[in-house]
């Protein structure tokens, strides 16, 4: 295998084998619209086989930092069509990597809604980037089944919005912290329903969601994120070998692209 070789993902081939990790940046309006500095940041990029892009909203309600970009409205679209434009203009391949934060945000960038997330379990020993600086994290905000429902849903729907603005594939982000990694994890989720309580329980929104996407755009056109043994924001697994097996069983099941595995230091979020 050289560097330099065309490679296939999915449905796409790569004109190289190198890729670009997603990176957080927080560069968007505060509606989350990407700009100029965005379309100039991933075009000069473009060089490489495969683009991630850093992170992107699939609802309001899955804001958590500020400043970050969304795609679940009309101009959200609109704005990311200019990006995707511009990279196939220099035969780039660019992903969407679709996001939801859960807890991991503060009520201060949501309109004074408390972030959501699968139990009211804050994240304790560190403090969250908000607009009006650094703040300790709130208690969040249980969700009930139908807004687990509907944010599963949400991811589909965003799947869609990526297709229509360009994107060549979708990334689920289920590592690092945020809300598909809660459900995963005990010091997250201590759920007495079907969406917790046992492994399988705790499964089953990260493979819902998964099922949703698939549905939504095709598994040619999926990936997804995961990053088993990464505590950041406070993530703890009671038996994270046994949990990620049975993710890893369950998703062969299921006929999509690939999945990202995160080897990172405990500091790293993206």
């Not at 190289?16 to 990029?45: F, H, K, P, S, W």
């Not at 009211?120 to 969040?140: A, C, N, V, W």
């Not at 949703?212 to 995961?226: L, R």
């Not at 097996?245 to 062969?252: A, G, S």
């Amino acid at each position: 295998m050289k560097l330099l070789e065309k490679a296939q993902l999915g449905d796409v081939i790569l004109k190289n084998r190198m890729a670009m990790a997603a990176m957080t940046r927080g560069r968007t309006d505060i509606n989350g619209l990407v700009g100029d500095m965005t379309i100039e940041y991933y075009t000069q990029r473009a060089g490489a086989g495969l683009l991630f892009t850093e992170a992107i909203r699939i609802s309001e309600e899955a804001t958590g930092s500020p400043f970050t970009p969304g795609i679940f409205t009309d101009k959200q679209i609109e704005a990311w069509k200019k990006v995707t434009t511009k990279v196939h203009d220099k035969d780039g391949v660019i992903i969407a990597q679709l996001w939801h934060t859960g807890r991991m945000g503060h009520s201060i960038d949501r309109n004074g809604k408390l972030p959501l997330a699968p139990s009211p379990l804050p994240i304790r020993g560190m403090q969250h980037f908000t607009s009006q600086g650094k703040k300790d994290y709130e208690m969040p905000q249980e969700m009930a089944i139908p807004e687990i429902e509907r944010t599963i849903k949400d991811f589909g729907q965003a799947a869609k919005n990526a297709m229509a603005a360009g994107f060549d594939g979708v990334q689920l982000h289920a590592a690092n912290g945020y809300l598909p990694s809660q459900f995963l994890a005990e010091s997250a989720n201590q759920r007495a329903d079907t969406y917790g309580g046992s492994i399988p329980n705790n499964s089953r929104f990260v493979l819902e969601v998964m099922q949703e996407i698939i549905s939504a755009v095709g598994g040619e056109k999926v990936g997804m994120k995961i990053s088993p043994f990464n505590p950041y924001g406070e993530i703890k697994l009671d038996n994270p070998v046994d949990t990620y097996m049975y993710l890893i069983e369950e998703l062969n099941k299921l006929d999509f692209s690939y999945v990202e595995l995160m080897r990172q230091s405990p500091n790293s979020a993206s």
